[in-house]
């Protein structure tokens, strides 16, 4: 199947942990995205890689960290969690930066406790 | 600035249209979307428009785009109980590489 693919769908960790998410498409997009969606379904842009390369970095905590090991992948890494940070965590894949909209992945639910 | 505002809740009929409201700010917004959430799920794109057209159908979806007054809509026609959903308003820009979202209509479906 070809799609934007996030691991874990769920998970639960205590305050002051580090965790990471990962993402991968298999649709050859050249542009890989991350966004955040609060309880109330807003929906916020974090970071965007264009060919491995940062090209969107939005006023996120410098907890948060993005890597793009190859054009297929980008993973979050989040340091020191906090309570704040529990929302759905969306990773989302284009080509031409989006000129003709996003695929996105299913989310990862992170809950902080 | 950068802004999409949508209602939050609109409740229709079975088989009747719903129409689902947009407006945003920036005039400069060259590409205008709408995304569909079905609980648990991530986002579906149903449709995009360009700033250049003023409409776009595909089966039951109309989407309509008055540039002027910066409004967006989509129409829904014979709405089903699978169009339960949330509706994301979206809007880009050429020169960008980001889409930024409206806060989503949750639409529920009455028999």
């Known amino acids: 199947d070809t799609a934007v693919s996030q691991t874990p769908k769920y998970l639960v960790t205590q305050m002051g942990n580090d965790k990471s998410i990962k993402c991968e498409q298999n649709?050859?997009?050249?542009?890989m995205y991350w966004y955040k969606q609060d309880s109330k379904k807003f929906l916020k842009i974090m970071f965007s890689?264009?060919?491995?390369?940062?090209?969107i970095n939005e006023t996120v905590p410098n907890r948060f960290s993005p890597k793009s090991p190859d054009k297929a992948h980008l993973n979050l890494h989040i340091n020191s969690l906090e309570l704040g940070d529990s929302a759905v965590y969306f990773c989302?894949?284009?080509?031409?930066?989006?000129?003709?909209?996003?695929?996105f992945g299913s989310g990862t639910r992170l809950t902080v406790v | 600035g950068e802004d999409v505002e949508q209602s939050l809740f609109l409740s229709v009929r079975e088989g009747d249209s719903s129409v689902i409201n947009c407006t945003y700010t920036?005039?400069?917004?060259?590409?205008l979307y709408w995304y569909k959430q079905e609980p648990g799920a991530g986002l579906q794109l149903l449709t995009y428009?360009?700033?250049?057209?003023d409409m776009k159908q595909d089966q039951r979806l109309t989407v309509l785009l008055n540039k002027k007054d910066k409004h967006l809509s989509l129409r829904i026609a014979d709405t089903q109980t699978g169009d339960s959903a949330i509706y994301f308003c979206?809007?880009?820009?050429?020169?960008?590489?980001?889409?930024?979202f409206g806060s989503g209509t949750r639409l529920s479906i009455r028999p």
């Open positions: 989302a894949s284009s080509q031409d930066l989006g000129v003709y909209g996003y695929t």
């Open positions: 890689y264009n060919n491995k390369e940062l090209i």
């Open positions: 649709l050859g997009h050249d542009t």
């Open positions: 920036d005039s400069s917004s060259t590409y």
């Open positions: 979206a809007e880009s820009k050429s020169s960008a590489s980001k889409i930024i």
């Open positions: 428009i360009f700033s250049n057209m």
